[in-house]
C-alpha cells in the first residue's frame, strides 16, 4: 500500500556487475522510479528513499572479470558506472546507490551482523555437498532441476560442489516465517507470488550456507579469513547500507528509512528476498520490510531476456531512438506488473503513437489552440464557469481517483489507463 506518513522507502534489486545493463534489468528500475515519483507527491520532502546500486562480491562477478582479463575491481566499477549512466539516461531518479564491494559502509554493515546473528546462536560450521549454479549463485534441490541437472533459468548444468561452510539456521524460521505470511497477506504480491512462497515454506525451510571457501571475492567472514560471505547474505544487506552514510551502522538504519515499505524484485529472486531476507532480519533482530513484490520477465521468444542467454534489447539504443519517456511508458503500460512480457517493435510504435500521441498529445494541442483562440491564450480559472456534470469534468474526476487506487497496489497498467 502507499503509506503515507512516515517516510517511504523502495528498492530495486541491486543489480550484478557482471556485464552491461540490458532493458530486462533497467524494468524493476523504471516501475521503482515510477513508485517513488508517486510518493514524493504525499510525503514530507526528504522522507521519500529511492534505494539501487550495484551487487558486486561472487564467483559470477569474478568468473566475468577474468574472463574480460581485467582486475576485478576495475571490471565492477566500469559495470556500475554503466548502470548509473543508464539511470541518468532514463531519468531515473534514485536517492541512494550502494556498490557492494566499494562502500566501507556495506562492509561493516555486513560484518556487524554477521556479528549478530552468531551471537544469537544461528551460525554453525558443517560440510555440505549440492549442485551449484553459478548464473543463480544457488545451490538447488534435485527438483528444482531440470534433466542432467541443467538449471531452468540459465540452461546451464549446475556443478557438483563439496566444502566445509559456515551455515545459518534457517529451520529456527520456519514458523515465524509461516506467521509473518499469515499475518500479512500482503507481504509477497502478487498472490500468485505468495502461493509460490507458502509452498517452499511447506516443503520445509532448510538451512543454508552463508560462506564460500573456494571465493576470494568477497568479505572475509569475521575471525575466519579463510571464508567469504555468500554474496546473497552480502547483497541483502546492500538495502540497508545504501541508507547509511560512513560511519554509521545498524544502530542508525531506523532513523535513515529501515524498514523498506516494499523490494521490487523479479520473480527469479522470490526465494532470497521472500524466505532468507526476512529470517536475516529477525535473527539480526532488525524490522521487516512491509512487503516483496515479484514482478515477471521481458521475454524474447519466450525466453527470459538475459545476459546469460544473450537475447537482450540494448536499452541504451531504445532510449537514444525513441526517447526516456516513450520507453518508460510503454514498458509501465503495457506489460502487466505481474506477468512476463514479450519486447516487440510494431507493438511498441503503435502503442506510443495511439495513446501518447494521438490521444494525450492531441487532447493538449487542441485544448491549447482554443485557449488561444478563445481566451487570449490565458487559463481561465474561474470554477463557477465550469460546469459540474461537464464529461470532461467527470472523466478527470474518476482520473484523479483511479490513479492513486493503482499506484497504491503497483498497477501501473491502470495507472497509465486511468490517465488516457
Ligand atoms: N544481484 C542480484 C540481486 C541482488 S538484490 C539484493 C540479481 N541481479 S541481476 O542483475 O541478475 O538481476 C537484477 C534484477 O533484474 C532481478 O530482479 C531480475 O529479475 C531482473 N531482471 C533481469 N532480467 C530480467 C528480464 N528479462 N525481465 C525482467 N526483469 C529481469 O539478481
Known amino acids: 500500500g502507499g503509506g503515507r506518513g512516515g517516510g517511504f522507502t523502495v528498492t530495486t534489486p541491486l543489480y550484478y556487475a557482471n556485464a552491461s545493463p540490458h532493458m530486462g534489468s533497467a524494468y524493476p528500475s523504471i516501475a521503482a522510479d515510477a513508485l517513488a515519483r508517486y510518493a514524493r507527491l504525499q510525503e ?8 539501487t546500486g550495484t551487487d558486486e562480491h561472487g564467483e559470477k562477478i569474478a568468473e566475468s572479470a577474468a574472463r574480460a582479463g581485467v582486475a576485478t575491481a576495475a571490471h565492477v566499477a566500469a559495470v556500475s558506472s554503466e548502470f548509473r549512466s543508464l539511470w541518468e539516461k532514463l ?6 546507490y550502494v556498490r557492494t564491494s566499494a562502500d566501507a559502509k556495506h562492509q561493516s554493515l555486513v560484518r556487524e551482523v554477521v556479528g549478530r546473528v552468531q551471537e544469537r546462536g544461528d551460525i ?3 560440510a555440505y555437498t549440492g549442485k551449484y549454479c553459478v548464473g543463480c549463485e544457488e545451490f538447488k534441490q534435485e527438483n528444482d532441476l531440470e534433466e542432467g541437472g541443467v538449471c531452468p533459468i540459465h540452461r546451464t548444468p549446475c556443478e557438483e560442489r563439496s566444502e566445509e561452510n559456515y551455515f545459518f539456521r534457517l529451520s529456527k ?12 497477506p500482503d507481504f509477497v504480491r502478487p498472490e500468485a507470488r505468495r502461493q509460490e512462497v507458502l509452498g517452499w515454506l511447506k516443503d520445509g525451510a532448510r538451512d543454508f550456507s552463508i560462506s564460500r571457501a573456494s571465493v576470494e571475492w568477497g568479505i ?37 528509512g529501515w524498514p523498506a515499505k516494499v523490494h521490487i524484485v523479479g520473480k527469479d529472486i522470490l526465494r532470497f528476498h521472500c524466505v532468507y531476507w526476512p529470517a536475516m532480519l529477525m535473527s539480526a533482530g532488525l524490522p521487516l520490510p512491509g512487503g516483496v513484490y ?6 524474447k521468444d519466450g525466453l527470459k531476456m538475459g545476459k546469460s542467454l544473450g537475447n537482450v534489447l540494448d536499452p541504451v539504443e531504445l532510449v537514444d531512438t525513441f526517447g526516456a519517456d516513450r520507453i518508460r511508458y510503454f514498458f509501465l503500460k503495457e506489460i502487466d506488473f505481474g506477468s512476463d512480457g514479450d519486447f516487440s517493435e510494431v507493438r511498441f510504435i503503435d502503442t506510443v503513437n495511439a495513446d501518447l500521441a494521438n490521444d494525450v498529445g492531441n487532447c493538449l494541442n487542441r485544448t491549447l489552440n482554443l485557449l488561444k483562440k478563445n481566451c487570449g491564450g490565458l487559463l481561465p480559472i474561474d470554477s463557477s464557469a465550469i460546469v459540474v456534470d461537464h464529461p470532461v469534468r467527470a ?13 497504491d497496489v503497483l498497477d501501473f497498467n491502470m495507472a497509465c489507463t486511468s490517465a488516457l
Open 44 to 51: 514530507p520532502a526528504g522522507s521519500v528513499h529511492f534505494v
Open 91 to 96: 531519468d531515473v531518479r534514485f536517492d541512494h
Open 124 to 126: 554453525y560450521k558443517a
Open 173 to 184: 524460521y520456519q514458523e515465524d516465517l509461516e506467521e509473518l505470511l499469515a499475518n500479512n
Open 220 to 256: 572475509p567472514i569475521p575471525g575466519d579469513d579463510s571464508q567469504t560471505v555468500y554474496v546473497w547474505f552480502d547483497a541483502l544487506l546492500g538495502y540497508i547500507s545504501a541508507l547509511l552514510a560512513e560511519g554509521e551502522g545498524l544502530e542508525e538504519a531506523c532513523e535513515r
Open 294 to 299: 515479484g514482478h515477471g520477465f521481458l521475454t
Open 395 to 407: 472523466a478527470a474526476e474518476t482520473a484523479v481517483r483511479t490513479y492513486p487506487r493503482a499506484m
